[in-house]
Every structure is written in C-alpha cells, then in structure tokens.
C-alpha cells in the first residue's frame, strides 16, 4: 500500500484509539475516509493528520494554523472534460491551453504568497495574478468577458477545492474558518477587478 494511504489499523495508531472507534467516526462522516474497489476503508496520511492537528487545537492560534496546513494540501482537480465544456477554452490552442490549466496552481501559490504578507504587499500580490490573467487573455486572444470567465472558473475550483479540505480537516473553529474564507474572497475580488481594468487600458492604448 502506497504510504501516503492507510488502512483501518494503522489509522487507530496513528490516532491513539481502537480501530473500531475510526470505524464509527468514519461512518459518521467525522472523519474523511475513502472507499476501495472491494469496499475496503482507506484513509490519507495527510488527512488524517490535519483531522488530528484540528481536534487538538483549542484556541484561535491554533486553529489558524490548521486552517493554513489545510491549505497547504489543497489540490485542484481539473478534468479535460470539464474544461471542455467552456466556451473560452474552446477558443484556445493546445499551448494556450497548457498555460491555462496550471492557472489553478498559481492561483494557490499566490493566495499563499498574499495571506504570508499584509497591507500594500499583500494588495501587490493579488494585483500581480490580475495582470497575469488579462496579459495572458489578451495574449491568446481572448475578450475581457471570456478572461473574466476563464478567471471565474478557476475561483470556482479554488473554492471547492477548499471546502473539500475543510471537510476532510474537521476543524471546530468556525471563526478560523469564516476569516480564511473572507481574506480568500478579498483575494480573489482584488485579482478580478485589476484583470478588467487591465484590459480596459488595452483597450484605450489600442484607441489611441
């Protein structure tokens, strides 16, 4: 077995308690478990050990630094298929297209970057992605409404890639939670708005 997947027991070790008591906890959706071709519990290490961290944190502190390991193991999982389906991917070549669909990583190693810094840096940093998503669609040829939507879905899984670890984390603090969720929100407004005014100075440039 793949060592960052383990089976019932070695999740009890791991967590100091009997394997029928992961059993329940699992089957009560306390704690994120994933079934095999045969019906067999798997659990991940780093799940498992963010579950963890997130039971013992009995603070604000604490719980902030579970929130941020949280992130940390967020990944974007993006189908073929599912990008497919948007009409701006559609108007793109295979390079365009590579470029486009590691926008999910850089989108979290900047998110990462901005919640590291505070203030005018910060600001900075979210403007940086901004410029880089309407340099890219103007680049590939894309309208202001086709790079803003291009933008919009990969917020989209941004989110649901966290809510999926938010699950998985189990962490009490819905206050940790909520200022994590509001500082991504700002992030991301922030990228949106300097993506547009981007394209609009284009646009004035190319008036000129």
Known sequence: MPKDWLNL????????VHPSTVRNWA?????????????????????VELWQQAQRATGP???????????????FQIT?????????????DDEARN?????????????????????????AEARSLGYEYAARGRRNGLSILDATQAFLFFRSMLFDAMLNV?????????QAWSDMFRKINTFTDII?????????????????
């Open 192 to 208: 949106m708005i300097t993506l547009m005014e981007t394209y609009e100075a284009f646009e004035r440039g190319n008036q000129r």
């Open 166 to 174: 938010y699950e998985a984390a189990a962490v009490s603090s819905s």
């Open 61 to 75: 502190v604490e719980a902030q630094l579970v929130v941020q390991n949280a992130l940390k193991l967020t990944r």
């Open 27 to 47: 089957d009560q959706g306390q704690l994120s478990v994933h079934r095999t071709k045969g019906g067999h519990r798997r659990f991940k290490r780093s799940e």
């Open 80 to 92: 073929e298929g599912r990008l497919q389906a948007e009409s701006w991917y559609q108007k793109l």
């Open 99 to 123: 470029q486009y669909r590691l926008s999910g990583r850089n989108m979290m190693q900047g998110l990462m970057a901005y919640l590291a810094c505070e203030g005018e840096e910060a600001e």
């Open 9 to 16: 027991s070695d999740t009890a070790k791991i967590l100091g």
